[in-house]
T-cell receptor, first 111, second 113 residues
């Protein structure tokens, strides 16, 4: 079993839809959870950062962490064509260790 | 968020030549920087961890002599691909840590002919 599992998609939704992206993990030591957005041939951009369990909201984006289920989610409300990108989840046990990335989910938001 | 600058964004070179990629943290000091490699439609693969003033730590399977990393200051790390070959063609991305968050450069697309 890989440390971090993420459905690669592709995921195609109509503009305005609510998007749900998910990752599962096996290492119970993970404490720091991040979501990155990556446009084609660009470096990943940090979207959301969460420590331990709980929810975090930033504009149209909501990140959820359920450590008991080893499951994290990113919700995008009112999705826009500009949200079309690959979304990578990432996590680590502490702030000083390299992140473990999911494979990324390719999202297309159709106008 | 913090800004990481990476140059060049794209480089095309002949087989056998060496290529240097620079990664700079613009508004913060980075004791640790990371170098990743990414193939098309694949996730990021960590190549090495670069620590300022000391030798880099390479991941298993990454050739130290081919991928030379230098982290001479708190704002600059360089990756040199020595004697590049077509199989080294890839997208290389650096990142730097600022207060437990990882920020990425814009990446370098290396094409070796």
């Amino acid at each position: 079993q890989k440390e971090v599992e993420q459905d690669p998609g592709p995921l195609s939704v109509p503009e305005g839809a609510i998007v749900s992206l998910n990752c599962t993990y096996s290492n119970s030591a993970f404490q720091y959870f991040m979501w990155y957005r990556q446009y084609s041939r660009k470096g990943p951009e940090l979207l959301m950062y969460t420590y331990s369990s709980g929810n975090k909201e930033d504009g149209r984006f909501t990140a959820q962490v359920d450590k008991s289920s080893k499951y994290i989610s990113l919700f995008i409300r009112d999705s826009q064509p500009s949200d079309s990108a690959t979304y990578l989840c990432a996590m680590s046990p502490s702030g000083n260790t390299p992140l473990v990335f999911g494979k990324g989910t390719r999202l297309s938001v159709i106008a | 968020g913090a800004v990481v600058s990476q140059h060049p964004s794209r480089v095309i070179c002949k087989s056998g030549t060496s290529v240097k990629i620079e990664c700079r943290s613009l508004d913060f000091q980075a004791t640790t920087m990371f170098w990743y490699r990414q193939f098309p439609k694949q996730s990021l693969m960590l190549m090495a961890t670069s620590n300022e003033g000391s030798k880099a730590t390479y991941e298993q399977g990454v050739e130290k002599d081919k991928f030379l990393i230098n982290h001479a200051s708190l704002t600059l790390s360089t990756l040199t691909v020595t004697s590049a070959h077509p199989e080294d063609s890839s997208f290389y991305i650096c990142s730097a840590e600022d207060r437990e968050k990882l920020f990425f450069g814009s990446g370098t697309q290396l094409s070796v002919l």
